[in-house]
């Protein structure tokens, strides 16, 4: 069983930071033609009742602005050292609005 966590989107470098994710507020409900976006999502496997970072090479994403739309793999990054929320296997994409 898979489960997707920690869903994030900005424009390009306007990410949060903040220490807790969750004192970010909502993502932006609103993008304009060639903005550049960020995307992340955490994926989580449930193995043997505990829940472990999900590591493959083929996630995929889809992301429509009335016409055209993106359908493209996402890539995964480490990153060690980093608070508990950010251990998850994150995914992510960086593209320019349509």
């Given at each position: 069983?898979?489960?997707?966590?920690?869903?994030?989107?900005?424009?390009?470098?306007?990410?949060?930071?903040?220490?807790?994710?969750?004192?970010?507020?909502?993502?932006?409900?609103?993008?304009?033609?060639?903005?550049?976006?960020?995307?992340?999502?955490?994926?989580?496997?449930?193995?043997?009742?505990?829940?472990?970072?999900?590591?493959?090479?083929?996630?995929?994403?889809?992301?429509?602005?009335?016409?055209?739309?993106?359908?493209?793999?996402?890539?995964?990054?480490?990153?060690p050292g980093t608070p508990?929320?950010?251990?998850?296997?994150?995914?992510?994409?960086?593209?320019?609005?349509?």
């Amino acid at each position: 069983m898979l489960r997707a966590v920690n869903l994030r989107h900005n424009k390009k470098g306007e990410a949060c930071k903040e220490a807790n994710i969750d004192d970010c507020g909502p993502n932006p409900e609103n993008y304009k033609i060639e903005d550049n976006v960020e995307f992340y999502i955490n994926i989580e496997q449930l193995t043997e009742g505990e829940w472990h970072p999900y590591v493959a090479d083929d996630i995929q994403m889809q992301f429509r602005m009335l016409d055209p739309y993106y359908q493209v793999i996402l890539e995964r990054v480490e990153r060690p050292g980093t608070p508990e929320y950010e251990k998850m296997s994150t995914y992510t994409y960086a593209f320019r609005t349509p």
